[in-house]
């Protein structure tokens, strides 16, 4: 969803409030946004390298900051600090495992309270008003950031804020000395049924947006709530774009020169690559279960997708593997992905030259040396000497060979600079020829750990896997990298899966942080 993430990321008002205190610091264009864009920045607050937020997907009682957005809403992105009774107790959990990086006290007795007094402490008044005085006594439990189409024309956005209110007059008069201190006319702000909508860096899409919410609310869109319903759990963090509007964005932008340094769509072919990647919608969720935080993503509704088998070799590794990555498809896949890009020119001369330098035929000699499934993992001794295997399954290892050779060959690497194995129809390669001949063992692999049941949510229908066991890591290198009381609360954490799957026009990614 890194597209969704870039839209967000136009939203220029909006700035990352730190855990050790402070605002980042704004352009001088920015600086009369920077409370808004604060407050806006509860959805990700930094604690020690980890982000911690709270939403609640449709269960809290009152309205919901959809119902003051429009139908034609492009990305959408919203934070409650008030979410169900089962997800406070279980945020509240996890930061007590990190009571330096979070900087916990005792009067935090839940989640929304540590995190409304970081945003206190965190605040300098810089904008002329303090969040406690100004903003706390109107400021409502419920949050979000959104991309609206723009009022310039195809490729334009505006950034919207919608903040819960409880008081019209007292949330009017802290605006209002915002947009006093702003050297431009360009902020705007509308009220709307318990909301202030802000627009930073606008003179009228706050107003815009409200009005045309009126009418067709994101909230009574039927394929929104749809598209939100599909994550089947208690979410805490949500979010929700329209690939197709994502994609007429960005050609948009190619068109007017904008995007990617002036390269036009014409010239590029880029724009037919867009309308063959951005289908569909994209949705993503966050809630915390039983000591772990999981964040689900995923596309619905894109183009149709060749069927691929699951991963199955997860166990062709290291004996002493401390985390794998396993993707299968990988023949098909890269068939795709060629035929996609072959026709882009700045791709292809870039392909070009790396045929005759590796002395390959692309695509098919990477096919046959990928093969149907790639499993690669890290072990041995991280202190000193890690070893790295790979082991590709094919219908033919003795072709994925002659590859590999022609490879190292090109690279000029002396024979024996790597352990290679044949098995079966699996092809393994090494840092070292111990680590290969003891990969792949029948017993004791690294889907038999508990944390791996734990981390990965759907290892037996998932055609990419990822897994890093960090009480291994930690058990080894934990003393030289985790030096302070602070660093040291790292251990905590025990383990990250991910995994992701495709069927037809749907594909999921889960990624999971394991607590301890």
Request: net charge negative; glycine share 10%.
């Amino acid at each position: 969803m890194s597209e969704f993430g870039e839209l967000l990321g136009a939203a220029s008002a909006v700035e990352i409030l730190s855990s050790e205190g402070g605002v980042a610091v704004p352009s001088p264009r920015r600086r009369r946004t920077s409370l808004v864009a604060g407050i806006a920045a509860l959805a990700v607050i930094a604690a020690g390298g980890a982000g911690y937020a709270a939403f609640s997907a449709f269960n809290g009682s009152g309205s919901q900051p959809e119902e003051v957005l429009p139908a034609s809403t492009i990305a959408f992105v919203k934070v409650d600090l008030d979410p169900s009774a089962g997800q406070k107790l279980e945020l509240l959990q996890l930061l007590k495992k990190f009571p330096r990086s979070a900087q916990l006290q005792s009067s935090d007795t839940d989640f929304g309270d540590w995190l409304v007094r970081r945003l206190v402490e965190s605040d300098p008044g810089s904008s002329g008003i303090t969040y406690a005085t100004d903003v706390k006594p109107w400021l409502g439990k419920r949050f979000a950031v959104a991309a609206l189409p723009g009022a310039k024309g195809a490729g334009s956005v505006d950034a919207v804020v919608v903040l819960q209110e409880t008081d019209d007059t007292a949330a009017a008069a802290a605006l209002a000395k915002i947009k006093a201190k702003s050297a431009s006319p360009a902020f705007d702000y509308a009220f709307s049924n318990g909301y202030v909508v802000v627009a930073p860096d606008s003179a009228d899409a706050a107003h815009r947006a409200v009005a045309a919410a009126t009418t067709s609310s994101l909230a009574h869109d039927q394929q929104f709530v749809a598209d939100v319903a599909t994550l089947q759990s208690d979410e805490v963090i949500t979010g929700w774009a329209d690939a197709k509007k994502v994609g007429a964005v960005l050609k948009g932008q190619l068109a007017s020169g904008t995007a990617l340094g002036g390269i036009g769509s014409d010239a590029s072919g880029l724009g037919a690559l867009v309308d063959s990647k951005y289908t569909g919608r994209y949705v993503l969720g966050v809630h915390a279960a039983s000591g772990s935080i999981e964040l689900k993503a995923e596309s619905l509704g894109g183009a149709s997708t060749p069927v691929v088998a699951p991963v199955r070799g997860i166990d062709h590794t290291a004996a002493d593997a401390v985390g794998v990555l396993a993707v299968s498809g990988l023949d098909t896949g890269i068939d795709a992905a060629w035929a996609s890009v072959s026709t882009v020119p700045a791709y292809k001369s870039l392909v070009d030259e790396m045929q005759r330098s590796l002395r390959l035929t692309l695509p098919g000699d990477l096919e046959t040396l990928l093969g149907s499934e790639l499993d690669v993992s890290v072990g041995g001794d991280l202190n000193q000497a890690p070893t790295i295997v790979a082991a590709a399954t094919s219908k033919d290892p003795d072709a994925a060979k002659a590859v590999l050779d022609k490879l190292l060959g090109a690279a000029g690497a002396p024979a024996g600079a790597i352990g290679e194995r044949r098995a079966g129809d699996v092809l393994y390669v090494g840092s070292t020829q111990d680590a290969v001949d003891s990969a792949g063992a029948t017993s004791g692999g690294i889907s038999k750990d508990p944390l791996f049941a734990q981390a990965v949510a759907d290892p037996a229908s998932s055609q990419l896997i990822g897994f890093i066991d960090l009480t291994k890591v930690w058990s080894a290198v934990g003393d030289k990298v985790l030096t302070s009381p602070s660093d040291k609360e790292a251990e905590h954490l025990a383990a990250i899966g991910f995994c992701a799957k495709s069927s037809g026009g749907t594909s999921s990614f889960t990624l999971r942080i394991v607590l301890r």
